[in-house]
């Protein structure tokens, strides 16, 4: 089953319209949450960390919060330029090695003028 | 550049042909990770090593599919007698440490078309 689910699939926002993307895991033994932002034909571009519940990161207009259960991408007065597919991973103890990445399908955000 | 460097970054291949994927990770980086994506999808692990030992290869879909790493810099993901379901875009990442938690910075991939 999926372990890493992201929510809403796609967002449109109006530019200044504030939002939050949302990560659920069904894992134990969390390593670490991370966020990345994804341009087409790119990458995914390194966020943020998140370890452990309670923990918040804040970057511009974007904060990650993390509880035992989810994390929430919260976007402030969202500009065009950050549209993009925002990527959820998570690390935990017993996945492969531990070392790799499990990615939840992303959100695709829309920030129209 | 300071970043993941992968090529080609394009690769148009027949089916039952072999390829080659090369990945530069950042200068320095004890960690190299390499993962697949489907359209639309999110990245799927394929393998992970730790300067020239690759550790973890649990995610390769299957014994066409193999890496290397030989003196713990440049990695080479290479896919034999390739079919049409290994079209995808291959991902390599690096990371600073042998820590299981460091950022992963990626490469702008690798995208692989078998006709």
């Known amino acids: 089953e999926d372990q890493v689910t992201q929510s809403p699939e796609a967002l449109r926002l109006q530019e200044g319209e504030s939002s939050s993307l949302n990560c659920s895991y069904t894992v134990s033994g969390l390593r670490g949450l991370f966020w990345y932002r994804q341009d087409p034909g790119k990458g995914p571009e390194f966020l943020f960390t998140?370890?452990?519940a309670g923990e918040e990161k804040e970057k511009e207009r974007l904060k990650a919060t993390l509880t035992k259960k989810e994390s929430f991408l919260h976007i402030t007065a969202p500009k065009p330029e950050d549209s993009a597919t925002y990527l959820c991973a998570v690390q935990w103890e017993s996945r492969n090695s531990g070392y790799a990445l499990n990615f939840g399908k992303g959100t695709s955000l829309l920030v129209t003028p | 550049g300071a970043g993941v460097s992968q090529s080609p970054r394009y690769k148009v291949a027949k089916r039952g042909q072999d390829v080659a994927l090369r990945c530069d990770p950042i200068s320095g980086h004890v960690s190299l990770f390499w993962y697949q994506q489907a359209l639309g999808q999110g990245p799927e692990f394929l393998t992970y090593?730790?300067?020239?030992?690759?550790?973890?290869k649990s995610g390769l879909p299957s014994d066409r599919f193999f890496a290397e790493r030989p003196e713990g810099s440049v990695s080479t993901l290479k896919i034999q007698r390739t079919q049409q379901e290994d079209s995808a875009v291959y991902l390599c990442?690096?990371?600073?440490?042998?820590?299981?938690?460091?950022?992963?910075?990626f490469g702008d991939g690798t995208r692989l078309s078998i006709l």
């Open positions: 990442a690096s990371s600073s440490s042998g820590l299981s938690n460091q950022p992963q910075h």
């Open positions: 998140l370890y452990s």
């Open positions: 090593f730790q300067n020239e030992a690759q550790l973890d």
